[in-house]
């Protein structure tokens, strides 16, 4: 058996309708759904947030973003009406590795505030 250290659990935390969170956006993306917005979040290591919204050409924006709106001044966190800001919790375990089969260890929280 080996491990590996990093293993990455995020857990998606109540929306906050029509607020988005300003001056932390790390990837922005054009997706289908908020279901791809999740999944970029979850593929980008610095993600602790994401905007997502409806642009005015039809096509919906994924943001993502390195802070949570408790880790910025108060004037970062705006109104944006259809957007909707996701903040996410994020644990870190142990990847255990056994033929084939890997096992992911939940070993603590980071809290984001």
Do not use: W
Not at 16 to 42: D, F, G, W
Request: hydrophobic fraction near 35%.
């Amino acid at each position: 058996m080996s491990f590996l250290d990093g293993c990455r659990i995020i857990q998606f935390q109540e929306e906050i309708h029509n607020m988005i969170l300003t001056n932390h956006v790390v990837q922005s993306h054009r997706v289908a759904n908020q279901e791809i917005c999740k999944i970029h979040c979850y593929l980008e290591t610095k993600c602790v947030s994401y905007n997502y919204g409806r642009l005015d050409d039809g096509s919906f924006l994924c943001e993502i973003n390195d802070k949570h709106h408790l880790q910025v001044p108060s004037n970062e966190f705006m109104a944006r009406d259809g957007f909707i800001f996701s903040p996410i919790l994020v644990s870190r375990g142990t990847i255990y590795r056994t033929h084939c089969k890997i096992f992911c260890i939940k070993s603590m929280i980071l809290k984001a505030h």
